[in-house]
């Protein structure tokens, strides 16, 4: 059943993602103090803090005091690898048992799920030795997941041309009608990347499906036959990590921006590394790429597997690293993971304003630019409702000095 089709999932406690529930004192990256109500799964009312009480029934909501916390909108996960996360530290060949895909796939999930993504994007290798099951399991793990976070599926197989394709177009052709909702795959590791394209293009407008493909888009004449092939495709086409891009002449490399804005098509950027399907290292021209008019969202791609055994799936990390080392302005960098994220993701708009889905995180602190510096507290709330909590308490040790200021404690007042 589609997510958008589900029925609004219980809590533990009881509680329906149509209970209300007020955030109190929160500041908002204008400066103001705030109470938002949620309810129904978004945001009733935003009003100045202590200005909010009953919900639009005139039941008494339920109270979360956010003093102390900046109120954003929610991260999204736009490039992960649920199938193949958390195992840097096995030996021998990765196992895709069903059950062990479950359980890394479930933890990854909610790893991020802490950081603030409430919503994710897999993709999951079909065919060759995993045949369906990786994709299976990592279906099952959507549906657990249901009321916590949305995780949408990428069926990704190796090769679509040749005889050896028939197989894997038969395989994607499965995929999609076992649930995955978008077709994927990386067309650099077909012996024919352009007829891997217009597979992928043709199954993705049969099924009305959007279409995210892994190119390092070191290949100009390449990535200008995908950009004319993809224009106009509705619901669209991603293309991730693209670092190639940044490694071509600054005049190749805006030529070819160029295309890929003409064409409408979104580049999700990989700042914290790499990922398995990504032959070679580097991110993504942002900077170029957004000034010729590409809408670019950043993803945290590898999440402790071989191709990345320190990824940490943290979007607040992959926001700081496009501020630190790419130039992008903090609300630049955060609308990256956040609202271009979601739009690449084909999911609804937020904005902490009346209306709006309640999709979001509180983190420590008063403005974005710290928060994307040291952000280690966060509240996040996924349908209205609060899922994940991460408290931060740092102390230090008293000194040697026989007077002196007594040393602090990090406690709710005080941004971490």
Not at 333 to 348: E, F, I, K, N, Q
Not at 401 to 413: I, K, V, W
């Given at each position: 059943m589609p997510d958008s089709q589900q029925q609004p999932p219980h809590s533990p406690s009881g509680q329906t993602d149509t209970a209300a529930l007020l955030?109190?004192?929160?500041?908002?990256?204008?400066?103001?103090?705030?109470?938002?109500?949620?309810?129904?799964?978004?945001?009733?009312?935003?009003?100045?803090?202590?200005?909010?009480?009953?919900?639009?029934?005139g039941a008494l909501a339920a109270k979360v005091d956010l003093d102390g916390y900046l109120l954003l909108p929610a991260p999204a996960e736009a490039h992960a690898h649920s199938d193949t996360a958390l195992t840097a530290d096995g030996d021998g060949p990765l196992a895709y048992d069903d059950q062990e895909i479950q359980r890394r796939a479930t933890e990854a999930a909610?790893?991020?799920?802490?950081?603030?993504?409430?919503?994710?994007?897999?993709?999951?290798?079909?065919?060759?030795?995993?045949?369906?099951?990786?994709l299976a399991a990592v279906l099952q793990v959507r549906r657990s997941l249901r009321g916590l976070a949305e995780l949408a599926t990428v069926a990704m197989p190796r090769v679509l041309t040749g005889a050896a394709g028939a197989d894997g177009l038969a395989m994607l052709r499965d995929a999609l009608k076992m649930g995955a909702s978008v077709v994927g795959g990386c067309p650099d590791a077909d012996?024919?990347?352009?007829?891997?394209?217009?597979?992928?293009?043709?199954?993705?407008?049969?099924?009305?499906?959007?279409?995210?493909?892994?190119?390092?888009?070191?290949?100009?004449?390449?990535?200008a036959r995908l950009a004319a092939m993809a224009g106009g495709l509705r619901p669209g086409v991603t293309l991730g990590p693209c670092g190639g891009l940044g490694r071509l002449p600054a005049e190749v490399a805006s030529r070819a921006a160029d295309?890929?804005?003409?064409?409408?098509?979104?580049?999700?950027?990989?700042?914290?590394?790499?990922?398995?399907?990504a032959d070679r290292r580097g991110?993504?021209?942002?900077?170029?790429?957004?000034?010729?008019?590409?809408?670019?969202?950043?993803?945290?791609?590898?999440?402790?597997?071989?191709?990345?055994?320190?990824?940490?799936?943290?979007?607040l990390e992959a926001a700081y690293l496009l501020a630190s080392g790419y130039g992008l302005r903090p609300e630049?960098?955060?609308?990256?993971?956040?609202?271009?994220?979601?739009?690449?993701?084909?999911?609804?708009?937020?904005?902490?304003e009346a209306g709006f889905p309640a999709e979001l995180l509180a983190?420590?602190?008063?403005?974005l630019a710290g928060a994307l510096s040291l952000s280690y507290s966060r509240i996040v709330v996924h349908r209205g409702r609060v899922v994940a909590r991460t408290n931060a308490v740092r102390e230090y040790c008293n000194s040697e000095?026989?007077?002196?200021?007594?040393?602090?404690?990090?406690?709710?007042?005080e941004p971490s």
């Open positions: 955030l109190c004192g929160a500041r908002l990256t204008d400066g103001r103090s705030v109470d938002v109500r949620l309810g129904g799964g978004r945001i009733e009312a935003v009003g100045t803090a202590g200005s909010l009480a009953a919900g639009a029934s909610l790893l991020q799920l802490g950081h603030g993504a409430t919503a994710l994007r897999s993709h999951v290798r079909v065919g060759d030795v995993q045949g369906l099951d990786a012996p024919d990347p352009t007829g891997y394209v217009e597979a992928v293009l043709e199954i993705a407008s049969e099924h009305g499906c959007p279409v995210d493909l892994h190119t390092d888009a070191a290949d100009p004449a390449r990535l295309q890929l804005a003409a064409a409408g098509v979104t580049v999700v950027c990989l700042p914290q590394g790499g990922c398995g399907s991110t993504a021209p942002v900077r170029l790429l957004r000034s010729a008019g590409v809408r670019v969202a950043a993803g945290s791609g590898a999440l402790r597997d071989v191709s990345n055994p320190v990824g940490r799936g943290d979007p630049d960098a955060y609308d990256a993971v956040s609202c271009t994220a979601r739009a690449a993701l084909g999911l609804p708009e937020v904005r902490v983190v420590r602190g008063d403005r000095a026989a007077s002196g200021p007594e040393l602090p404690r990090q406690g709710r007042g």
